[in-house]
C-alpha cells in the first residue's frame, strides 16, 4: 500500500460514548456516503446492549468510520470484524485501529455480500448500517446471514435505514427476530432485534 494511497482527510470527528476509550475522537473521513452513527443514537444503542456487549464477537458489516464496531470494543467486546467495500474507509480505519494498539479486530476490504459467502464464524452482534441509498442491500445481507448460519444461538442485530424505507414491508424479517427495540428520530430509524433459535 503506497504512503499516497493510504493519506485520508478527515471532514470532521465524533467521540466514543463509553468504556475504556471514552472522550477519544474518531475522524469522520472525506469518502463518499459515509454517515457515522451519531453519538445520541450510539448511546441509546450501547445502552440497550449493555448487558451482552461484554465478551461479545462483533460484526460491522459497513463499517465505514468504524464507530459501531470501535464503540463495542471499547465497551469489553471481545473481537470485531469490520467489512468496507470503500478503499479509504479501510485504510483509515486501519490507521484508527492502530493508533489505539487495538488487535482484538480485522478490517477487511471486501463487499459483504461476497464475504458473507465465505464466512464461517458465529456471531453474538451483528450491525447492518448501509449507506441510505444501499438500504435495498438489507434484505440480501439478511438472507446470506441465515442462509451461512452466522449467528450464536442467541444473538443481537442492529438495523439503522432511512425514515422512508420500512424494512417490515418486504416482508424481511424472520419470525424468528424478535423486535427488542426501535428509535424513530427525525430521519433514520433504527431497529435492535434478537434472533432467538
Same mark, same amino acid.
Given at each position: 500500500?503506497?504512503?499516497?494511497?493510504?493519506?485520508?482527510?478527515?471532514?470532521g470527528?465524533?467521540?466514543?460514548?463509553?468504556?475504556?476509550?471514552?472522550?477519544?475522537?474518531?475522524?469522520?473521513?472525506?469518502?463518499?456516503?459515509?454517515?457515522?452513527?451519531?453519538?445520541?443514537?450510539?448511546?441509546?444503542?450501547?445502552?440497550?446492549?449493555?448487558?451482552?456487549?461484554?465478551?461479545?464477537?462483533?460484526?460491522?458489516?459497513?463499517?465505514?468510520?468504524?464507530?459501531l464496531?470501535?464503540?463495542?470494543?471499547?465497551?469489553?467486546?471481545?473481537?470485531?470484524?469490520?467489512?468496507?467495500?470503500?478503499y479509504?474507509?479501510i485504510?483509515?480505519?486501519?490507521?484508527?485501529?492502530?493508533s489505539?494498539?487495538?488487535?482484538?479486530?480485522?478490517?477487511?476490504?471486501?463487499?459483504?455480500?461476497?464475504?458473507?459467502?465465505?464466512?464461517?464464524?458465529?456471531?453474538?452482534?451483528?450491525?447492518?448500517?448501509?449507506?441510505?441509498?444501499?438500504?435495498?442491500?438489507?434484505?440480501?445481507?439478511?438472507?446470506?446471514l441465515?442462509? +451461512?448460519?452466522?449467528?450464536?444461538?442467541?444473538?443481537w442485530?442492529?438495523?439503522?435505514?432511512?425514515?422512508?424505507?420500512?424494512?417490515?414491508?418486504?416482508?424481511?424479517?424472520?419470525?424468528?427476530?424478535?423486535?427488542?427495540?426501535?428509535?424513530?428520530?427525525?430521519?433514520?430509524?433504527? +431497529?435492535?432485534?434478537?434472533?432467538?433459535?
Open positions: 500500500m503506497s504512503k499516497n494511497k493510504s493519506r485520508f482527510s478527515a471532514v470527528k465524533i467521540r466514543i460514548i463509553g468504556g475504556k476509550w471514552k472522550g477519544r475522537k474518531i475522524p469522520i473521513i472525506q469518502c463518499a456516503n459515509v454517515r457515522p452513527t451519531t453519538n445520541r443514537i450510539r448511546e441509546m444503542l450501547f445502552s440497550w446492549l449493555a448487558p451482552i456487549i461484554s465478551g461479545a464477537i462483533c460484526l460491522d458489516c459497513f463499517a465505514g468510520s468504524g464507530a464496531g470501535l464503540e463495542s470494543l471499547s465497551r469489553g467486546a471481545n473481537k470485531v470484524t469490520f467489512l468496507d467495500n470503500k479509504m474507509c485504510t483509515a480505519l486501519m490507521t484508527i485501529i492502530r489505539f494498539l487495538e488487535y482484538n479486530s480485522e478490517v477487511i476490504y471486501t463487499d459483504c455480500r461476497s464475504w458473507l459467502r465465505r464466512a464461517i464464524a458465529a456471531y453474538d452482534v451483528i450491525f447492518l448500517d448501509p449507506p441510505f441509498q444501499d438500504n435495498v442491500i438489507i434484505p440480501e445481507v439478511i438472507f446470506l441465515e442462509r +451461512y448460519n452466522l449467528f450464536k444461538k442467541e444473538s442485530i442492529y438495523i439503522e435505514t432511512s425514515k422512508n424505507k420500512n424494512i417490515f414491508n418486504v416482508n424481511i424479517i424472520p419470525s424468528y427476530w424478535f423486535l427488542y427495540r426501535k428509535k424513530t428520530t427525525q430521519s433514520i430509524v433504527c +431497529y435492535l432485534f434478537v434472533r432467538k433459535l
